[in-house]
């Protein structure tokens, strides 16, 4: 879970993008491997913006090209500034191989970049779910908490005093005072701005929760207009709360992590039920609002993995509709598996562009000027964070339980910017309590 916190930001130093890299020419073009690509799929970069770009079938396979992010409504020197832009996915028999029609690609003058479609790696392996009915908090503890939510008492992460109250009485448990983001001081200033968006790359986010519903991001323009048309001219069909870039439609698929974590961030604040949200507002319809870019999903028990090319459409599409903050919970790779931003930068120069258009291009009048991105370190217990979280740019967050140690599976180390309440496996007071698909709370780590 990355996320409860991010409002610092750390100065490090730009890599140097100019090494050459090993290989010849034609190769050096090529960023990544396809060891774990998409089928059937290649994005490209252009040298130069084009209107129109085409790819000669290769070895009788057609291969068709379009623009990786929709103009929507940019103005032509937009397109002709910005590089994601230049940026277009070649799609061909999933039977084809990659490395061919890779080389093959890469041999035109007018590519600079060819890069393989890869699979990213969606945070939630390790989280786990355990809900309980729901509790009436007592008139002691409710007077101890600014508001009435009927779990606040039990948000350790929000402010941890060192002690467990389980709704009857306090409970022994490994807590340790101050192991928090010390959160009740900083709504004496403000709880939350209906301004401020908030892009959820997740899992979708349950949209229709009683806990989310009034602090959910709405297109009006989609939601009062016809099925099946782009009502809003933002490329995108029937985006009502978000969009669902795993699947490229407007239904959002919703589901445990994404949702769990929209109700931290954003989940509406006294209003007497579930949880209060970081910036859910003061029950007078003030809180911050939470848009879900949905990219993955799952069947059974496995997650589909999201391929890059959608990951990078949702960062875009953020920054596009409003959203100032995106909170990524996916990685690209387990902790280790780069060994520098260079290489980083020579694997997901797609993602790369994404995150700078999103933090250049996002902005709240009289607010933000500029997106904030906001990344996991990973799960997978590294002393090496994951990417995109530790590249130079990003805001990386790493977690902690309640006794204010490491979680047991983050990633940590030279990268990580922010370390933030993520829970701990174990009894239910030692995971965070947030907003669920079944009830409308339930308790998560990871």
């Given at each position: 879970?990355?996320?409860?916190?991010?409002?610092?930001?750390?100065?490090?130093?730009?890599?140097?993008?100019?090494?050459?890299?090993?290989?010849?020419?034609?190769?050096?073009?090529?960023?990544?491997?396809?060891?774990?690509?998409?089928?059937?799929?290649?994005?490209?970069?252009?040298?130069?913006?084009?209107?129109?770009?085409?790819?000669?079938?290769?070895?009788?396979?057609?291969?068709?090209?379009?623009?990786?992010?929709?103009?929507?409504?940019?103005?032509?020197?937009?397109?002709?500034?910005?590089?994601?832009?230049?940026?277009?996915?070649?799609?061909?028999?999933?039977?084809?191989?990659?490395?061919?029609?890779?080389?093959?690609?890469?041999?035109?003058?007018?590519?600079?970049?060819?890069?393989?479609?890869?699979?990213?790696?969606?945070?939630?392996?390790?989280?786990?779910?355990?809900?309980?009915?729901?509790?009436?908090?007592?008139?002691?503890?409710?007077?101890?908490?600014?508001?009435?939510?009927?779990?606040?008492?039990?948000?350790?992460?929000?402010?941890?005093d060192g002690k467990v109250y389980d709704g009857i009485g306090y409970e022994e448990?490994?807590?340790?005072?101050?192991?928090?983001?010390?959160?009740?001081?900083?709504?004496?200033?403000?709880?939350?701005?209906?301004?401020?968006?908030?892009?959820?790359?997740?899992?979708?986010?349950?949209?229709?929760?009683?806990?989310?519903?009034?602090?959910?991001?709405?297109?009006?323009?989609?939601?009062?207009?016809?099925?099946?048309?782009?009502?809003?001219?933002?490329?995108?069909?029937?985006?009502?709360?978000?969009?669902?870039?795993?699947?490229?439609?407007?239904?959002?698929?919703?589901?445990?992590?994404?949702?769990?974590?929209?109700?931290?961030?954003?989940?509406?604040?006294?209003?007497?039920?579930?949880?209060?949200?970081?910036?859910?507002?003061?029950?007078?319809?003030?809180?911050?609002?939470?848009?879900?870019?949905?990219?993955?999903?799952?069947?059974?028990?496995?997650?589909?993995?999201?391929?890059?090319?959608?990951?990078?459409?949702?960062?875009?599409?953020?920054?596009?509709?409003?959203?100032?903050?995106?909170?990524?919970?996916?990685?690209?790779?387990?902790?280790?598996?780069?060994?520098?931003?260079?290489?980083?930068?020579?694997?997901?120069?797609?993602?790369?562009?994404?995150t700078k258009y999103f933090e250049n291009n996002a902005k709240c009048e009289g607010?933000?000027?500029?997106?904030?991105?906001?990344?996991?370190?990973?799960?997978?217990?590294?002393?090496?964070?994951?990417?995109?979280?530790?590249?130079?740019?990003?805001?990386?967050?790493?977690?902690?339980?309640?006794?204010?140690?490491?979680?047991?599976?983050?990633?940590?180390?030279?990268?990580?910017?922010?370390?933030?309440?993520?829970?701990?496996?174990?009894?239910?007071?030692?995971?965070?309590?947030?907003?669920?698909?079944?009830?409308?709370?339930?308790?998560?780590?990871?």
């Open positions: 879970m990355t996320l409860i916190a991010a409002l610092a930001m750390v100065a490090c130093t730009q890599p140097d993008m100019d090494e050459t890299p090993q290989g010849g020419k034609t190769s050096a073009k090529i960023i990544n491997s396809s060891s774990n690509a998409a089928q059937g799929s290649l994005l490209v970069k252009l040298d130069s913006y084009a209107t129109e770009f085409s790819v000669e079938d290769i070895d009788g396979i057609t291969i068709e090209a379009c623009p990786l992010f929709p103009a929507g409504k940019a103005t032509d020197e937009q397109l002709r500034g910005e590089e994601i832009y230049r940026w277009w996915r070649l799609s061909f028999d999933e039977a084809a191989n990659l490395d061919t029609i890779a080389n093959r690609v890469a041999a035109d003058s007018r590519v600079k970049i060819v890069e393989y479609n890869e699979l990213l790696e969606c945070i939630d392996a390790d989280a786990e779910s355990e809900p309980r009915e729901s509790h009436s908090i007592t008139r002691a503890t409710s007077n101890d908490m600014p508001f009435n939510d009927e779990y606040l008492c039990e948000q350790w992460h929000f402010y941890n448990a490994p807590h340790k005072a101050g192991a928090d983001i010390n959160l009740l001081p900083a709504w004496k200033y403000c709880t939350g701005d209906p301004r401020v968006i908030v892009a959820v790359i997740d899992s979708g986010v349950k949209y229709s929760h009683p806990d989310l519903a009034a602090n959910m991001w709405v297109n009006e323009a989609e939601k009062n207009g016809t099925t099946g048309k782009d009502d809003d001219g933002n490329g995108y069909t029937d985006d009502v709360y978000g969009y669902n870039f795993f699947d490229d439609n407007g239904t959002i698929v919703y589901e445990e992590h994404g949702t769990h974590v929209a109700g931290i961030i954003g989940a509406v604040t006294n209003n007497g039920i579930g949880v209060a949200g970081i910036a859910g507002g003061s029950g007078n319809n003030d809180g911050c609002r939470i848009m879900t870019c949905q990219i993955n999903k799952t069947t059974g028990f496995s997650t589909a993995q999201a391929p890059t090319d959608r990951v990078a459409a949702a960062m875009k599409y953020a920054a596009d509709n409003g959203a100032v903050i995106m909170n990524n919970s996916w990685v690209s790779g387990k902790g280790g598996a780069w060994e520098s931003d260079y290489w980083y930068y020579r694997s997901y120069s797609v993602i790369i562009d994404a607010l933000i000027d500029g997106g904030i991105s906001i990344f996991a370190a990973g799960n997978n217990s590294s002393g090496t964070p994951s990417y995109p979280g530790a590249y130079y740019n990003n805001i990386c967050v790493t977690s902690f339980g309640p006794d204010f140690q490491a979680g047991s599976y983050t990633n940590y180390g030279t990268g990580a910017n922010i370390c933030a309440p993520g829970g701990e496996n174990g009894g239910w007071y030692s995971k965070v309590v947030s907003t669920g698909i079944e009830y409308v709370a339930d308790y998560m780590y990871g």
